[in-house]
């Protein structure tokens, strides 16, 4: 297992740390990787295959249509630049310049993130609303969907969502304002999955773009998102994706995805024209989307590894006390660690375990707490002895 990499000499990390982007992304399953590699043995119209995963994410999430894309970040750009060229092919051609085109993107101030920079890729401007008193935490009001309301103006472009489970702001609000004014919601929800009703609730409360990432809990490639929603938003994204090297006569598309007859001729090559997806990533996120529909019992799974990995854990010494965390979408393990007994910092130990032998990523998010979490998503068969090992081995040196 893994030998690909002992033959580059790259070092293999245990990840249980979740999802993340740094350590590659989950391994794929068996059934993704050879659906992948049969993908590799023929030539299709990549515009075919882009329209048969249309159909498959309308299916699965409700929208209207779908495109997968190079990442969810890739996804945010062409949400974006779809807002702002729609379909039509001179927009298309002037993007990134957006000068004399509606470019403004309204987020909320406590919406706006290291991801967010992706919009403006676009060639749209990011505009800052409202006050949050209760993200700030210096009081008990959030963002009320009608500030937005303010903001509008003849530039605005269109309103922009981040997707987050302790968001209080309603989408379904903000979508009733926006909709006043005939713009457009994207929300970002490239990490809300699971629970995979998220598939379809933001499309359901009326966004009219939504993007996941492909590479996380979905299991796909890595490389790969999705971008779904209104018909002619992704038209206009697919559009600015694809390799466009043909004739306009010559050129005979699927038509949910390039609805030529609403064109006013060939567009040059799009702004995502460097976010190229590959066939087999497209065959992968497709497969592996049609898994994470139907996987029932993953859930219960991760449950019974985190139970064992808990009772070995608790009661070594380093480890003040464990908790199992099962209200949150992916269940988790918190290990709290007794710094009163180490001499190490948990920071200091958390780096020796990701840069040990074997190398293993835990989930820092809480370490300023002390706390080691370890998410199972991604973990194989036989990683958790591996995790419970290396963390026993790691702290019994770390001992005053
Ligand atoms: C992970 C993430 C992204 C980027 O996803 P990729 O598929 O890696 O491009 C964007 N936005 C948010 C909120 C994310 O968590």
């Known amino acids: 297992m893994g030998c690909i990499y002992e033959e580059l000499n790259v070092p293999i990390v245990v990840n249980a740390a979740g999802t993340a982007t740094r350590l590659g992304g989950p391994p794929l399953a068996e059934v993704v990787t050879e659906t992948m590699a049969k993908a590799g043995k023929a030539s299709v119209y990549v515009e075919d295959l882009l329209e048969r995963a249309a159909q498959l994410i309308r299916k699965v999430t409700g929208a209207e249509s779908g495109l997968v894309t190079s990442g969810a970040s890739a996804g945010l750009t062409l949400a974006a630049a779809a807002c702002l060229a729609r379909l039509d092919v001179a927009k298309m051609r002037q993007l990134p310049d957006s000068q004399g085109i509606p470019n403004e993107i309204l987020i909320a101030r406590s919406h706006r993130n290291a991801y967010d920079r992706a919009l403006t890729l676009a060639g749209a401007k990011l505009i800052d609303v409202g006050v ?90 890595q490389g790969t998102g999705i971008l779904c929603g209104k018909r002619e938003l992704v038209a206009s994204a697919a559009l600015q994706m694809v390799d466009l090297d043909v004739p306009w006569e010559a050129w005979n598309p699927p038509r949910l995805l390039f609805p030529k007859e609403a064109l006013q001729g060939m567009p040059y090559h799009g702004i995502g024209r460097g976010f190229k997806v590959s066939k087999e990533e497209i065959v992968g996120l497709m497969v592996a989307l049609r898994h994470f529909v139907d996987a029932e019992k993953r859930h219960d799974q991760m449950v019974g590894l985190l139970r064992h990995m808990a009772s070995k854990v608790e009661g070594l010494a380093g480890v003040d006390k464990v908790r199992l965390v099962l209200d949150a979408p992916t269940p988790l393990l918190q ?57 026993a081995k790691e702290l019994a040196s770390s001992l005053r």
Request: proline share 5%.
């Open 335 to 391: 290990i709290k660690l007794d710094e009163a007994c180490l001499k190490r910092s948990p920071w200091e130990i958390s780096t020796s375990l990701r840069y040990g032998n074997p190398r293993i990523a835990f989930n820092e998010q809480l370490l300023h707490q002390g706390i080691l979490i370890v998410n199972p998503i991604s973990l194989r068969a036989g990683d958790e002895e591996v995790v419970v090992q290396g963390l």
């Open 132 to 221: 949050d008193d209760w993200a700030a935490g210096a009081g008990v009001r959030g963002i009320e969907p009608e500030i937005f309301a303010e903001a509008v103006t003849d530039r605005t472009a269109a309103i922009f969502y981040l997707a987050r489970r302790e968001e209080r702001m309603s989408l379904k609000a903000l979508v009733a304002v926006a909709r006043r004014y005939g713009l457009p919601v994207i929300v970002d929800a490239a990490a809300q999955l699971p629970p995979r009703e998220n598939l379809r609730r933001f499309i359901a409360e009326g966004a009219d773009l939504v993007i996941f990432s492909g590479g996380k809990a979905i299991g796909g490639p």
